[in-house]
């Protein structure tokens, strides 16, 4: 069983910056997908990027490409969304996720293939 829990979420005005991370109770080495999603009220969960554990493949939504890079820490119990150019539309709960296995170019952003979840922190990007 893997534990993740996520920090660093807030309230943030238009155009500001923030990094989200995400600790696992384990070392991340190869053979791990872990991603970012989001959720806004009263819409579904949606995939925000990914990244292949060991291979460095990663994959964004095109509406976060160019503004947010996600990235694995030295500590190889660390995740990372460094989000830039926020926008409010941007506002929702955050999640991090992992499953054993690589990140599918063509099945990235499906919640279903992500075994493990934290519990989300908040982000609120105010116009």
């Known amino acids: 069983q893997v534990e993740l829990v996520e920090s660093g979420g807030g309230s943030v005005q238009a155009g500001g910056s923030l990094r989200l991370s995400c600790t696992t109770s384990?070392?991340?080495?190869?053979?791990?997908?872990m991603g970012w999603f989001r959720q806004a009220p009263g819409k579904e969960r949606e995939g925000v990027a990914t990244?292949?554990?060991?291979?460095?493949?990663?994959y964004y939504a095109d509406s976060v490409k160019g503004r947010f890079t996600i990235s694995q820490g030295n500590a190889k119990n660390k995740l990372y969304l460094q989000m830039n150019s926020l926008k409010p539309e941007d506002t929702a709960m955050y999640y991090c996720?992992?499953?054993?296995?690589?990140?599918?170019?063509?099945?990235?952003?499906?919640?279903?293939?992500?075994?493990?979840w934290g519990q989300g922190t908040q982000v609120t990007v105010s116009s």
């Open positions: 384990i070392n991340m080495y190869s053979g791990y997908c």
């Open positions: 996720a992992a499953h054993h296995g690589a990140c599918s170019s063509d099945s990235w952003s499906r919640s279903s293939r992500f075994s493990y």
């Open positions: 990244i292949w554990i060991g291979f460095g493949n990663k």
